[in-house]
């Protein structure tokens, strides 16, 4: 008569297949194109953590790449559809970088308003740090797009550059209303002291 198996043997057996399975997955040496990315992420991480504290640098080397891609857009006479589209993601990075984390419109915090409240700085919704890294990136990434004619699309540029003059200005003056209305600043230059006998008290909307 044929052997019966036990499903108890059969469990095991199946069991051992799949530790055998993960322990070979273990086994496996990554590839040198696996090695070289996580090695170039790596530095590039600990680059990005050391530049945190250095403000100033960072900035002047933003600004270098952004004169150095408006350089070479003005050689090569084109790619206008694309200094566009960057001067938007810039533009929508900065307005994140002026207004506050928690919106006052809606159930905003308490301002601090006596001398005896703690000093909270000014929260951002766009941290500096994420506000400088985004555009960098963005300029870097329209200046590599500037190689390929594919993105390369006929647009008269007069125009384009008036709307987005116009699109900034109203931007801006929408923005300069939310800070005269909620009275905050973008910007914590240290402790702020208070009149006394004042309380705390919410936004008012």
Request: hydrophobic residues 45%; contains cysteine; charged residues 20%.
């Amino acid at each position: 008569s044929p052997a019966v198996i036990e499903p108890e043997v059969l469990a095991g057996h199946e069991h051992g297949g799949r530790a055998f399975s993960r322990m070979k997955a273990f086994d496996e040496k990554p590839t040198v194109a696996e090695v070289v990315s996580s090695g170039i992420a790596q530095k590039l991480q600990q680059l990005l953590d050391r530049s945190t504290v250095h403000i100033l640098p960072r900035w002047l080397g933003f600004a270098v790449c952004l004169a150095l891609y408006g350089l070479r857009v003005y050689i090569i006479q084109g790619w206008f559809i694309v200094t566009y589209g960057l001067g938007i993601f810039l533009l929508n990075n900065f307005i994140g970088f002026l207004s506050p984390q928690i919106d006052p419109d809606g159930d905003g915090p308490l301002l601090p308003t006596s001398t005896g409240d703690n000093f909270k700085p000014f929260s951002r919704r766009v941290p500096e740090f994420k506000f400088w890294y985004t555009s960098i990136k963005g300029v870097c990434t329209a200046f590599f797009m500037t190689f390929f004619s594919i993105f390369d699309v006929p647009v008269f540029w007069p125009i384009l550059l008036v709307y987005f003059f116009a699109l900034f200005f109203l931007t801006m003056k929408r923005q300069i209303k939310h800070m005269i209305k909620h009275e905050y600043v973008p910007w914590s230059w240290g402790k702020k002291s208070y009149a006394p006998g004042r309380q705390v008290h919410k936004i008012r909307k």
